[in-house]
């Protein structure tokens, strides 16, 4: 049974959250896998991927191209991004000397990913599912004894973020486990972060974050079903994804717990469908908001305001963080720069760096790569699960229009169990190419 935070004082304080959590750690089967532990320091480790669509690609390439990994073992709902990939990444690895993926390591169906986890050729897993079925997948790569990179969000509900905990407690000195915040990684980002800590902008007194980014592209198509039009379409649904604060606009207040050194105490706000009026598929009480507007209370009585947006902003896309402090103002771009300006002489500019996500995400693979071959297992659930209730504490409060605590949603429990039937997903003849 999940623990949750119950005083004020221990809501304060990351440290507070991690002792809390970490309660939870128990009952998890853990049986290590031998390939991983044999694994010498110079060779290549095995890469299997769960949830093979955009995101997953991605990554893929990056530890590919980057890092010693080949891919061994593919899993998907869906035959047509099992084949689409398999065909880049035997392309890929063949240009790096690796063999092409075997076909016994191919599968597709709801818990095909448990002959992929079996695998003595899987070192290491990605996970790049929607993000309802992440706890389910890490739950199954650590007792399978696997090293996980997770995409974040690391779950789409409260009870889920609390099942992650508990699985990275298990894995906790024995697996690598990342979560997939590169930003972390960027060299400007941290230089920023590492500087506000430092004290250069003094005490934060109040910050402004905000993402406003394009519609995403739909996936429906005539003669699948509804239910394989909402898994493919699942960005739109609030279930699967979490609804865009978590899915998508998460990685801006992960900067903000970064800066704050801690979660907020509470949050109010509100949120709409402005444009989005309907996505095949999707029934329309899971249909994902297309704006939030938030106030996040940070220990300290520091405000933070959060806006965003996915409408059709051809041409305009922003998304950044900005730290009002006693001594300066700290603002960061996700597309850069990254910036310090101190209140002295009229604002001096006294950094002012790049930022660049695709070398963050090659620096985050890399580390974790080198974290396995160490031994030294770096193991991000707790922050990850941190951030993902963060937005998830946002968007309690907006769907509410009510203020919540962090103490509150944690209590809440929150369990969106869909109790989907998975079972026959995947059959249609419709391609999607
Ligand atoms: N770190 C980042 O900047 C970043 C960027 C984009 C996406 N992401 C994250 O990556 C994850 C995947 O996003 P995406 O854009 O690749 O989505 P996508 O739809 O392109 O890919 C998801 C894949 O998972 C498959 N899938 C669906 N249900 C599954 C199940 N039950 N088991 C196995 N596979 C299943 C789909 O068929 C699809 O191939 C999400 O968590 C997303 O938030 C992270």
């Not at 297309?290 to 806006?307: A, E, K």
């Not at 990850?384 to 409060?397: F, K, Y």
């Amino acid at each position: 049974m999940m623990k949750t935070l119950t005083t004020k004082s221990a809501s304060l304080s990351r440290r507070g959250f991690l002792k809390n959590s970490a309660a939870t750690g128990i009952g998890l089967m853990f049986v290590p896998a031998a390939s991983v532990f044999g694994t010498p320091a110079n060779s290549s480790l095995g890469l299997g991927v769960i949830g093979c669509g955009g995101r997953g690609t991605y990554d893929t390439g990056i530890f590919v191209q980057n890092t010693e990994t080949r891919v061994t073992a593919l899993h998907d709902l869906f035959d047509d991004r099992l084949a689409s990939f398999k065909e880049r990444f035997d392309k890929m690895g063949a240009e790096k000397g690796h063999s092409p993926i075997q076909a016994t390591n191919i599968h597709r169906g709801a818990r095909a990913y448990e002959k992929l986890l079996q695998s003595k050729d899987v070192d290491m897993v990605l996970i790049t599912s929607p993000p309802y079925f992440h706890p389910e997948h890490l739950e199954a790569a650590v007792a399978a004894g696997k090293h996980v990179y997770l995409e974040k969000p690391v779950s789409s509900d409260v009870a889920g973020a609390q099942r992650v905990i508990k699985a990275g407690r298990a894995a906790r000195g024995k697996l690598c486990i990342h979560v997939g915040f590169q930003k972390r990684y960027d060299t400007g980002y941290k230089t920023v972060i590492e500087k506000i800590h430092a004290g250069e902008i003094g005490d934060i007194v109040l910050g402004q974050t905000y993402y406003y980014t394009n519609d995403l592209d739909r996936r429906e198509k005539e003669g699948l079903s509804n239910l394989e039009n909402r898994l493919r379409n699942w960005v739109f649904d609030k279930a699967l994804s979490g609804d865009i604060i978590v899915e998508q606009n998460i990685h801006i207040l992960d900067i903000v717990n970064w800066a704050m050194k801690s979660h907020p105490i509470k949050a109010t706000g509100t949120t709409g469908r402005g444009l989005r009026k309907e996505v095949a598929g999707v029934p329309g009480e899971y249909l994902c908001m297309d704006h939030f507007i938030l106030t996040y209370t940070y220990p300290g009585d520091v405000h933070i305001s959060f806006n965003s947006n996915q409408f059709k902003n051809k041409g305009y896309r922003q998304s950044g963080e900005r730290f009002f402090g006693s001594l300066g103002v700290a603002d960061t771009l996700q597309s850069g720069p990254a910036k310090i300006i101190s209140n002295k002489d009229q604002g001096i500019v006294t950094y002012n760096g790049p930022v660049n996500l695709d070398q963050a995400n090659i620096n985050k693979m890399q580390a974790m790569v080198a974290s396995i071959k160490s031994g030294n297992f770096d193991n991000q659930t707790e922050q990850g699960a941190e951030t993902t209730l963060t937005t998830i504490l946002g968007r309690t409060a907006a769907y509410s229009g009510k203020e919540v605590t962090w103490d509150q949603m944690m209590k809440s429990q929150q369990n969106w169990n869909l109790k989907l039937n998975l079972e026959g997903v995947g059959n249609s003849a419709v391609s999607m190419k």
